[in-house]
């Protein structure tokens, strides 16, 4: 394992060749619970601006955003066939792809390396945990459960201000977003049944295997919702290399989107070496 604290460029990475070019392969943006395509907010642009000639995509899941209406799927692995369904649909060749995910998302990008290995270039997690790697009270802080379990039952901006606190660590900075996310929150209410659906799923995934493909892991050395030790653990176990931010809360690509497209180009670059 390679663990460094990043405030700028990191300078690691393993250096690994492919037969595809940058340039022929969609980046997949995969979010979190209860999230949609519309939270990765200033990334999603920075990124379409960093890889102007590459498809960047971003999926929901059935029961988040413009398919709130669709019921969520009960488990990880089918969460994997909805969205490569998502991706046909779109007319996207499923051949080698770069998956970037968060939380949650990060268990569907597991999931989708292990089962179909051949679609997959390389893999960047966010603040993922995964057991049996780690115990559940480093998976989700226990001392938030109250507050989770209280917004479900809440109107949506009480639902969409305590997950603002939960996430970032700078919410002062980002009232602007949410009001977007109240907003988007009235437009495409996630209802509490796949609320329960989606958490239920992610407490029950376990990882069968070692990522098979080029993998980086990147964590918010403050995440005050997933202990960084379940990334430390990963990278750890896997080998593979782990960046932290020394400041950013859970949700890093709201609270540092640069600094997350940095080391994502970064670990890019040496992927084509």
């Known amino acids: 394992m390679k663990t460094i604290d990043m405030e700028s460029h990191p300078n690691s990475g393993p250096a690994i060749r492919s037969a595809s070019t940058s ?12 999230r949609e395509q519309r939270h990765w907010g200033a990334f999603y642009t920075l990124l379409c601006q960093q890889y102007p000639e590459r498809a960047v995509i971003c999926l929901d899941l059935a029961g988040n955003g413009k398919r709130y209406q669709a019921q969520s799927p009960a488990n990880i692995r089918e969460m994997v066939h909805d969205l490569r369904v998502q991706l046909r649909l779109q007319d ?14 990060g268990m569907i990008a597991l999931e989708w390396m292990t089962c179909y290995p051949d679609e997959i270039h ?6 993922t945990s995964v057991r049996p790697y780690s115990p559940f009270y480093h998976r989700l802080n226990w001392r938030q459960l109250p507050r989770i379990v209280r917004a479900l039952f809440s109107s949506p901006e009480i639902q ?23 907003a988007w929150r009235a437009q495409c209410p996630v209802s509490r ?3 329960i659906v989606q958490l239920a799923a992610a407490a029950r995934y376990r990882a069968r295997y070692s990522p098979t493909k080029p993998t ?6 403050q995440d005050q919702l997933v202990d960084v030790r379940c990334s430390q653990a990963l990278a750890t176990r896997w080998q593979v290399p782990l960046l932290l931010h020394p400041s950013a ?13 940095d080391q994502i180009h970064h670990f890019d670059h ?4």
Not at 160 to 182: D, G, K, R, Y
């Open 249 to 261: 809360g859970h949700d890093l690509p709201l609270d540092d989107p640069h600094w997350l497209l």
């Open 23 to 34: 340039s022929q392969r969609p980046l997949v943006l995969l979010r979190g619970l209860l």
């Open 160 to 182: 969409e201000t305590t997950i603002m606190h939960l996430t970032s660590n700078f919410p002062q900075q980002h009232q602007a977003v949410l009001e977007q996310w109240i």
């Open 122 to 127: 390389s893999v960047v997690l966010i603040n």
């Open 270 to 273: 040496t992927c084509q070496m």
């Open 92 to 105: 996207t060749v499923i051949d080698e792809i770069d998956l970037i995910a968060i939380s949650m998302g």
């Open 216 to 221: 980086l892991l990147l964590a918010s050395h």
């Open 193 to 195: 049944a796949n609320a």
